[in-house]
């Protein structure tokens, strides 16, 4: 929507996407469109949860971290059961099939711990393997580079 009011107004600007979207693109090979998969992406501020069935983002969740919240995580436990209740009330008939998670390295345990016990699914740490246009890479800023290579993924496509 927002790209058609730049075309309106003869402005080019490529393509605005942001770090949840580009991860979902990255991905797009390792989704099987008929099973219901999560991504949560996790930043130092807040963190994203969305689920994709379809092909359609059915929903995208933002959460910004309080203080405690970054060392215990109760509150974020919390959202998680309270998301995951809702789309179960809304979808009963379809299981979670995939847990993908982008987190920071000193927190990555302690979510997939988190997601494991909430989701009831054994999530996936995302790495350069999931990433097609990422072959041989190995190293680096993995926060960085993740959100980068999906939306290569975006114009690939």
């Known amino acids: 929507q927002l790209e058609q009011v730049f075309r309106a107004a003869e402005i080019e600007l490529g393509r605005i996407t942001n770090v949840t979207q580009a991860l979902w693109a990255g991905l797009d090979h390792l989704i099987l469109p008929d099973r219901l998969t999560a991504l ?4 130092d501020e807040a963190f994203t949860l969305s689920y994709r069935y379809l092909d359609e983002l ?3 969740r ?3 971290f309080g203080e405690d919240e970054r060392s215990d995580g109760p509150s974020v436990r919390r959202d998680l059961r309270l998301t995951e209740s809702f ?3 809304k979808f009963p008939e379809v299981p979670l099939h995939r847990v993908f998670l982008s987190a920071p390295l000193d927190r990555e345990g302690e979510w997939l711990d988190w997601l494991a016990a909430e989701l009831e699914v054994t999530p996936e740490p995302l790495a350069f393997e999931h990433f097609p246009l990422a ?5 680096g800023d993995w926060l960085t580079n ?3 290579l999906g939306a ?6």
């Open 146 to 148: 993740a959100p980068l």
């Open 40 to 43: 949560v992406s996790v930043q």
């Open 62 to 64: 933002y959460k910004a």
């Open 87 to 89: 789309l179960r009330q």
């Open 152 to 157: 290569a993924c975006l114009e690939v496509a």
């Open 135 to 139: 072959r041989n890479a190995s190293g």
């Open 58 to 60: 059915l929903l995208y």
